[in-house]
């Protein structure tokens, strides 16, 4: 999983802040304590001071441990006890004063040694969902909005079933994908005329996919070249651009929305042989929504294009009526 560093180092200062409230917080309930009852305040010097003492005694006499260990331990227990007694005696829960991590496992560091703690992933998802719906409806558009009776029924004799099978066929496929995402998950190509669901269903993967904890990239192929431009002609936007791009070639799953409604260029034509290059040369799964069927990509593009998009994508097809223009007619926005 790659972890979108931007994102990672706001979670984490989101987490430093917490600990840091949490400990100010813990400070003020000492500060209150210590005032309100002063004996507690002589218990934690005692029980910050007795380990100590004790082997410096251990040490200076030279004596077996074992048994001043265990004294010890007898002592700090009665103090403890002691502690907690004079706080539920003051109206106080008994552990006013201990400060607990909110994760155990990491101690709200956010790792465990090296490797991210589940706290962190589970943090990190919420984040990149937030992120995602700053550009995507995603919580209007989900798998269990998604409305077959828009389809037909009708047979098609040339493709031997009907719309709303297809789409059935596209939404379940696109579900398991979501479900089952990996970085060993294949790329799908999904083709067929406007209007139809594709970047709805495209929206209800990657809604699914960053919950999971993926990091995803989501843009239009306008603004994907547009960005590609901005940074190879320094604009005033490359800065910006160069970020974006980042996203692109780095994230775990990259949908390419409207590839097709560019206009076509040299440059254009270059970024995007270069962009689906590096991305199947690093297992870096995509998604591609077009309004171009297979048979137009070496036309419009390159061979080398058509080959990949033909070659390493699996194609979903749509079909049907323009559900846009169907629920105009039927007053619904």
């Known amino acids: 999983m790659h972890f979108n560093r931007e994102i990672l180092s706001a979670v984490l200062r989101d987490m430093d802040a ?9 400070s003020e309930h000492r500060a209150e ?10 218990i934690d010097r005692a029980l910050s001071n007795t380990a100590a003492a004790v082997l410096h005694t251990v040490l200076q006499n030279g004596i077996d441990p074992t048994e001043a260990i265990e004294q ?14 004079l706080l539920v005696q003051a109206g106080y829960p008994a552990n006013y004063l201990d400060e607990v991590p909110v994760c155990a496992q990491c101690s709200d560091t956010g790792y465990i040694g090296t490797e991210p703690c589940e706290c962190l992933k589970k943090r990190y998802a919420v984040r990149l969902t937030e992120e995602l719906s700053t550009i995507l409806p995603i919580h209007e558009q989900n798998f269990e909005r998604f409305r077959l009776e828009y389809y037909d029924n009708v047979l098609n004799a040339r ?6 099978e297809n789409m059935k066929m596209n939404r379940n496929t696109c579900r398991e994908y979501a479900n089952t995402f990996s970085l060993r998950s294949p790329n799908l190509l999904l083709y067929g005329s406007t209007g139809l669901g594709k970047t709805f269903l495209s929206s209800c993967i ?4 960053s919950e999971h904890g993926f990091s995803v990239a989501y843009d239009t192929s306008i603004r994907i070249f547009s960005s590609y431009e901005s940074v190879k002609f320094n604009s005033t936007e490359a ?5 974006r791009i980042r996203k692109y070639e780095q994230c775990d799953l990259l949908i390419i929305d409207d590839l097709g409604t560019e206009m076509t260029t040299a440059f254009t034509i270059s970024t995007l042989y270069g962009l689906l290059t590096e991305r199947l040369m690093r297992h870096r799964p995509m998604i591609v929504n077009t309004n171009l069927t297979p048979f137009n990509f070496e036309q419009r593009y390159s061979p080398a294009i058509a080959s990949r998009l033909a070659g390493e994508f699996v194609p979903l097809r749509f079909f049907g009526k323009d559900i846009r223009i169907i629920k105009q007619k039927n007053g619904q926005s």
């Open 72 to 85: 010890l331990r007898t002592q700090n227990l009665n103090l403890q006890d002691e502690r907690r007694g």
């Open 33 to 42: 304590i210590y005032k309100k009852i002063p004996r507690i305040s002589e």
């Open 239 to 243: 800065a910006e651009a160069a970020r």
């Open 206 to 209: 990657a809604k699914v996919v």
């Open 18 to 26: 917490e600990n840091n409230a949490r400990t100010k917080l813990f």
């Open 159 to 164: 493709l031997g079933l009907s719309a709303r």
